[in-house]
């Protein structure tokens, strides 16, 4: 079975940073394509990073330069590091994992950017 448990979101000043984790169990990150979405309400859940194996991460045009995203094979762990955070960044932080087809979700772990 598999388990995607996020953490590291909270409230922070807009410029501030923040540093979102996602531990996965049941599956292996380097072996597939791990990345992080948000939503907002009302709002359709858009694509934040991922990263595939052999490639370079991509990211939305709205986080380029900002987010950077991560992992830590032995810890089967992905990271996002977010910089210059800015209030239209906050929102519901879910990490992925695409894997034969198949889409896998975490909970989600929300973070606040006040303005």
């Known amino acids: 079975q598999v388990q995607l448990v996020e953490s590291g979101g909270g409230l922070v000043q807009a410029g501030g940073s923040l540093r979102l984790s996602c531990a996965a169990s049941?599956?292996?990150?380097?072996?597939?394509?791990p990345g992080w979405y948000r939503q907002v309400p009302g709002k359709q859940r858009e694509l934040v990073a991922r990263?595939?194996?052999?490639?370079?991460?991509n990211y939305a045009d709205s986080v380029k330069g900002r987010f950077t995203i991560s992992g830590d094979n032995g810890k089967n762990t992905v990271y996002l590091q977010m910089n210059s955070l800015k209030p239209e960044d906050t929102a519901v932080y879910y990490c992925n994992v695409e894997s034969w087809g198949m889409d896998y979700w975490g909970k989600g772990t929300l973070v606040t950017v006040s303005s």
């Open positions: 049941g599956i292996i990150f380097s072996r597939n394509a």
């Open positions: 990263v595939r194996r052999g490639s370079s991460p």
